[in-house]
């Protein structure tokens, strides 16, 4: 099986061009150029588009360049907002397999950046992987779960303080960070900024949860609240569910004159923090 990979990623209006090359097979002079189509496959639907690329044979290797209009590459349709893996099938029709694309170790491997009319955002990126995909409209996407380190208590404050880690080898650094509570019966969300840090190897995050009267942000409402992490990269966004630590959080405090009870989850179960509980 080739192994083929990007040399060559970059916008032209609204034109994502693709340029990279693979090894051939058996001896140079022999056998014709394999036919080759890069493949778009939307992750969480499935849906599946192919866009025919040119190719040319350099000694015993196949350069190809595929371009990818978003504006119209659906019969004059745009690109549909969602993630698309982006791979390459090489040879017949009978044997064409969808293989991912890596990048040279040679190339730029930053995330390419194009504002369409819409407003629509569109950014060719490579992941933690390293194989190339597409992320179109920057909705928040799910990249799995992390372990928080900690939920604690802030007494003075009257806070739950969220805080944990990510290893920076598997992430590049974001520009913002958002701790999303969820409430499991409803669809209301309550949302709080979390502090990003950089440190080697590790990106750091603490998120203050207020769960009485602040001077700057409503309290967290009665219910149970299911925590996630959102990670902004200027334009894509993730969101990692947050698993519990070993410790939770278990303290009373006083809201409307009367003593109500806060509480977080302990591990190993996704971390919920909970007002008003039993």
């Not at 491997?109 to 992320?135: C, H, K, M």
């Not at 009367?258 to 179960?269: F, L, N």
């Amino acid at each position: 099986m080739p192994d083929p990979h990007l040399t060559e990623v970059g916008w032209a209006g609204s034109v994502l061009r693709l340029a990279g090359r693979f090894e051939r097979g058996g001896r140079p002079e022999t056998g014709a150029v394999p036919g080759v189509d890069l493949l778009l496959r939307e992750r969480a639907a499935g849906d599946l588009l192919r866009v025919p690329a040119s190719t040319e044979t350099l000694d015993s290797a196949v350069t190809f360049e595929a371009r990818v209009d978003v504006v119209s590459v659906l019969g004059g349709a745009p690109l549909p907002g969602g993630l698309w893996d982006v791979g390459l099938a090489i040879g017949g029709a009978a044997e064409r397999t969808a293989v991912p694309l890596g990048h040279a170790p040679t190339m730029d491997p930053s995330p390419q950046r194009r504002f369409l009319p819409g407003p629509i955002t569109v950014i060719a990126y490579f992941g933690p992987e390293g194989t190339l995909a597409l992320d179109v409209g920057g909705r928040p996407h799910s990249a799995g779960s992390s372990r928080a380190d900690t939920a604690s208590w802030n007494a003075r404050r009257k806070e739950v303080v969220v805080a944990g880690h990510l290893d920076l080898r598997e992430t590049s650094m974001p520009i913002s960070g958002t701790l999303v509570l969820s409430e499991q019966r409803s669809d209301r969300a309550f949302e709080v900024i979390a502090m990003l840090e950089e440190r080697p190897g590790r990106l750091c995050y603490t998120a203050a949860v207020p769960v009485t009267r602040a001077f700057i942000d409503d309290p967290l409402p009665r219910g149970t609240w299911a925590a996630s992490l959102c990670l902004g990269f200027s334009g894509m966004h993730r969101e990692l569910r947050l698993l519990a630590p070993d410790t939770p959080v278990d303290v009373r405090v006083w809201r409307r004159l009367r003593p109500t009870r806060v509480t977080s989850s302990a591990a190993p179960g996704p971390l919920t923090i909970s007002v008003g509980g039993a």
